[in-house]
């Protein structure tokens, strides 16, 4: 038996960059950091012949083009990941379709369980590549590159994605005081609604392909934001970071209709006036996790709980995508 941890990430600047529609022709850029929240993936060799796989549904088949879920049947289609004797089982810490991106988590994970099923070795940033291929190229999701990159290679991580689709990625620089600053006073809260990013990253994926002035625009100042962010960062100035969160965030939320609701933006209110600098929906918006820069956290925690919100707090992972078990 095979068991593969892939952590789940916060975005923390820049993030719609690594869209193809939007890089290919601007370049992108953005910071990215794993958490110790994971999709884990299992792969054993059952007694009999057949393909059983258990996700969030249940499937045994027969032949990979019967399978349903459309990665586990792109990923087992690979011509060096073929077999028709298999059993898939998938878990999590945080389930799909809260920001964090569980999808790209999820292929790092199965891809590097099936390549280590078949004994063989992948590296990083191959692992990153194949599954963006996966997700991008072969089902064509309108889906950009950092939560297949950050989920293999872990880290607070930040990611340059260049024209020829190349992407080069390098982890901070930044001190373990730093470090510890973030994981003290970065507040993850869930909203209560999960979403599918696909229909947010669809409209932005449009706009950006037909050169949309206002898009464009939007996505440049955000690629400026992940540079700042990253400066603020590796000077240890965790308060300038929270501004700039907060002024992302208030760029992203004209990016689409869909991207906030009522109930988000009092809740965001609300934290700016109990202890937050600032702060934004993580993933490509509509619902999910708020997370916040807080200069008093204790408050901050206190009041988001009071009026209903989840927290999940959570450090950082700096291996990435890992076999845990094999046996």
């Not at 810490?93 to 790092?108: C, E, K, M, R, V």
């Amino acid at each position: 038996m095979i068991i593969v941890q892939s952590p789940l990430r916060v975005s923390l600047g820049g993030g719609g960059t690594d869209l193809p529609s939007y890089y290919r022709n601007n370049e992108g850029f953005l910071l990215s950091a794993a958490i110790d929240k994971y999709i884990f993936v299992a792969v054993n060799k059952p007694f009999n012949k057949g393909i059983n796989l258990k996700y969030s549904s249940f499937e045994t088949v027969s032949e990979i083009t019967q399978i349903k879920h459309p990665l586990i049947r792109e990923a087992l289609s690979l011509e060096n990941l073929s077999t028709d004797q298999i059993e898939i089982s998938s878990f999590a810490d945080i389930p799909a379709g809260t920001g964090l991106g569980s999808s790209g988590s999820f292929t790092t994970a199965l891809l590097k369980a099936l390549y280590s099923y078949k004994k063989n070795h992948i590296s990083q940033q191959a692992l990153a590549e194949l599954a963006c291929h996966l997700e991008i190229e072969k089902l064509k999701e309108p889906v950009g590159k950092q939560d297949q990159y950050i989920a293999a290679i872990g880290g607070i991580t930040s990611f340059a994605f260049h024209k020829d689709d190349s992407v080069t990625f390098a982890p901070l620089n930044i001190s373990s005081e730093t470090i510890q600053g973030l994981e003290d006073n970065l507040l993850l809260f869930f909203t209560g609604f999960s979403r599918s990013a696909s229909s947010i990253l669809a409209d932005q994926h449009i706009k950006s392909e037909n050169n949309n002035l206002d898009m464009l625009k939007n996505l440049h100042f955000t690629k400026d934001i992940g540079y700042k962010s990253k400066a603020s960062i590796e000077d240890g100035n965790l308060e300038l970071f929270g501004k700039l969160m907060h002024e992302h965030w208030e760029y992203k939320k004209n990016r689409s209709l869909g991207m906030s609701n009522k109930d988000i933006d009092d809740w965001y209110e609300i934290a700016l006036k109990n202890g937050a600098i600032g702060g934004k929906l993580v993933g490509a918006g509509g619902g999910g996790f708020l997370m916040f820069m807080a200069e008093n956290p204790s408050k901050l925690r206190k009041v988001m709980i009071n009026i209903g919100l989840e927290e999940v707090r959570f450090k950082f992972d700096f291996e990435g995508t890992k076999v845990v078990l094999s046996s």
